[in-house]
Structure formats: structure tokens, C-alpha cells
């Protein structure tokens, strides 16, 4: 576990001979925007950096306070637009940045907000996805898979190629093979309760988008060897959107208030938090990573690239938890056959929105 001077150490060196393009969705507050600034001043702005979100506003502030170099060498800080909650929003921006962008190096994923981290309330978005998964998890789905293509150019041309989630990885929560979409959850959870106390469908939300972040990371990393995948665990951090809990309704508010107390005493910075995931960032060369708030590998398995078809985990039906082919993965809670599923489940998902 690096202290937080190891880590910054270790990003200081991060020099690369090419221009670096990073896309950090959900660049416009938070852990995401504390990356994205960590890595604009260490490249001391010589990077082509995409933040998306919605608050344009925002961004416009973020960006501006990027070092801006006088050299022209293809250096470009922009704002894309999205509401990642709509799935058909996100393919048209992945369509978007497809069309335009010759490769991508770092794909970042932290956007959340409070409908995903919400303890008391689930409802279905428009297009029929859970609230909680549709950003804790199919946003997160289609950025992967559409900007793909991307990151195996960047590491074609012999460069970092790594895309990471940040979520709340280590738990090692398993996949389970039913109710994958939580409608069944949804509808045994009492509507005349919604807001007084948890809900039952909203905390399987919560607990079902870090399950099925550990089986994302793992599909891709298995189709795509040569690339590095990580989920991650942020730890408490005092972000906007992070320095309370989404409260646990009314009925419970005096607990909701110590718990809020009890977690900024144990939360740290946005930019200590980015320092640490940028270290996990640029530490993994390909495989897949579970990682830790401080960065640190929980459990890694480097595949070996010769064999990219032998690791289709869809093509292997272990229903051992916490097992990748065969490999014993601390932290991890996917069988090779709740992944399988789980991937089967999206794709049929979204193959209708
Ligand atoms: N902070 C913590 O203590 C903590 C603890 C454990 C896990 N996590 C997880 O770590 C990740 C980062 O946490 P955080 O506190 O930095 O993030 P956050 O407050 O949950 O998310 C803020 C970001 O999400 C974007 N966002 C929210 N809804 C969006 C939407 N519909 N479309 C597009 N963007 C949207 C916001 O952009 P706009 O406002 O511009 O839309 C903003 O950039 C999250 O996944 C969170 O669940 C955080």
C-alpha cells in the first residue's frame, strides 16, 4: 500500500514520448475532476484531456485552470456533454469521440450522483434500466465496448492503454444469476415506504453495481489481454457529491447525521484520493486489477496475450466465486459463469434500448 508520497513520487514520473489522451467521465466534480487536474498538471497540460458530464459550467472552470502550453503539438482540453443515465446519450458520444479520435490511452470512469448512490429510492430511468445500474454499471458498459476499439489502437502504436472504473472494488460480492435487471426487487420493495427507510431494491443497487463492476473488468480483460482494466475503490472521500451519505430516509435521520459525521472523520481529499487512483492508473500495464483506495493490488491477473481467444470467459462455465480461469482472485466476486451471464444479460439488455 503506497503512502500517499509514494504515490505522488510515482506519478511525478509518468513521462510518456507521445501526446496522452484521457477521458474521464465524470471530470466535472469530484474524484473524477481531481484526476483529471492531477493529470493535466503533471503533463503540465501537454495532453489531449476529455472531461464529460452535464454541468458545463463547471467544466469550463476546470479547464481553465488547466496549464495551457504555448507550444502547439496537438494539445487539446475540451468539455463533452452527457447524461450518462440515458444510454442512447452515451453511444452517441462514444459514437462521437469514434469519429474523431485516433486513440485513447486512459479511460476513466467515475460519474455517480446521487440517484446511483441513493439508499432509499430505486425507479426505473426512461429507457427501463434501474436507476442505481444504469450509472453504477450499463453507462459504464457501453463506454467500455464502444471506446474499445480506442484503447487497442493506443496500444498498437506500443502505448498505455487502460481503462478504470471507480467504484468500490474489494468486497468481493458475487454476481448472482437472477433478478440481474432488480425489477423483481423493485416491485417486492413497499412504495408507501420510499424516502422513510432504506429500500430494499435501492441498497441492491448499491451493492449489485460494485458485483457487476469486478464482472465488466474481468469480460473485457479476458477478451483484451494486451490492455489493463481496473476497478477501484475510491475509500471515503470528501467530494461534493461523496461527503454525505444519501441518507437513510426519515425515520432513521438522526443515524444519518452520525453516520455523515462519522465518515467525513474518516475521509480525505479529492486530490489526495486522485493521487492515489492516478497511481493505479499508470501502474498497470495489461490484466485486470482489482485495486484499493490507496491504489494498492488487491488481486492482478496478467493474461498472457498469445492466448486471447483460450481466455473468453464466456467460454468457460466455472461457477466458483472469486475464481478468473482458474486463478484465485482476492477481492473478486465473479465465477467465470456469473460473468458469463451477466454479460449475456446486457448485451440482450441493451441490444433492446
Ligand atoms: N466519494 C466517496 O466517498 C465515495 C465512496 C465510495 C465510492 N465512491 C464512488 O466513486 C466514484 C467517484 O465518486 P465521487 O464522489 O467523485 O463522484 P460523484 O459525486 O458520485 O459523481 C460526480 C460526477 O458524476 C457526474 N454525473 C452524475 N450524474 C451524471 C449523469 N447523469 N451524467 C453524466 N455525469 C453525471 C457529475 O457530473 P455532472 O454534475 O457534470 O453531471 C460529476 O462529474 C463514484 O462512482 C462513487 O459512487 C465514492
Known amino acids: ?166 467504484l468500490g472494488a474489494g468486497f468481493g460480492i458475487s454476481i448472482p444469476t437472477t433478478d440481474l435487471g432488480l425489477h423483481e426487487a423493485r416491485r417486492r420493495s413497499i412504495k408507501i415506504l420510499q424516502g422513510v427507510t432504506p429500500s430494499i431494491a435501492a441498497v441492491k443497487g448499491m451493492i449489485r453495481g460494485v458485483a457487476y463492476n469486478d464482472g465488466l473488468v474481468a469480460h473485457f480483460a479476458s477478451l483484451h489481454p494486451e490492455i489493463a482494466f481496473t476497478h477501484i475503490m475510491p475509500g471515503q472521500v470528501l467530494t461534493v457529491g461523496g461527503s454525505k451519505m444519501g441518507g437513510l430516509g426519515w425515520l432513521l435521520a438522526p443515524l444519518t447525521w452520525l453516520l455523515n459525521l462519522f465518515k467525513a472523520s474518516i475521509s480525505i481529499t479529492q486530490d489526495e484520493s486522485a493521487q492515489y487512483m492516478l497511481y493505479g492508473l499508470l501502474d498497470g500495464d495489461r490484466g485486470l486489477f482489482i485495486r484499493g483506495q490507496r491504489g494498492d493490488v488487491i488481486s492482478a491477473h496478467v493474461f498472457n496475450p498469445d492466448h486471447k481467444a483460450h481466455f473468453d470467459v464466456t467460454a468457460h462455465k466455472t461457477r466458483t466465486q472469486g475464481v478468473l480461469r482458474g486463478v484465485p482472485m482476492k477481492g473478486y466476486g465473479g465465477s467465470d459463469a456469473s460473468v458469463a451471464g451477466l454479460i449475456a444479460y446486457t448485451e440482450s439488455v441493451l441490444a433492446a434500448i
Open 1 to 166: 500500500m503506497p503512502t500517499l508520497a509514494a504515490a505522488e513520487a510515482s506519478n511525478a514520473a509518468f513521462a510518456p514520448n507521445y501526446l496522452p489522451v484521457a477521458v474521464f467521465v465524470g471530470g466535472t466534480s469530484g474524484v473524477g475532476q481531481a484526476m483529471a487536474e492531477g493529470f493535466a498538471r503533471q503533463m503540465k497540460g501537454h495532453a489531449h484531456i476529455i472531461i464529460i458530464g452535464r454541468n458545463a459550467t463547471a467544466a469550463a472552470e476546470i479547464l481553465a485552470a488547466f496549464p495551457k502550453p504555448s507550444k502547439s503539438d496537438g494539445w487539446a482540453h475540451e468539455f463533452v456533454p452527457c447524461d450518462a443515465s440515458s444510454m442512447a446519450d452515451v453511444r452517441a458520444v462514444c459514437e462521437g469521440l469514434s469519429a474523431r479520435l485516433v486513440y485513447i490511452n486512459f479511460l476513466v470512469i467515475t460519474a455517480g450522483g446521487p440517484a446511483a448512490n441513493s439508499l432509499v429510492a430505486s425507479s426505473v430511468t426512461p429507457e427501463g434500466l434501474d436507476d442505481h445500474l444504469a450509472m453504477r454499471y450499463f453507462m459504464r458498459y457501453i463506454f467500455t465496448k464502444e471506446l474499445l476499439p480506442l484503447l487497442v489502437r493506443a496500444r498498437e502504436n506500443g502505448q498505455h492503454a487502460h481503462m478504470m472504473t471507480v
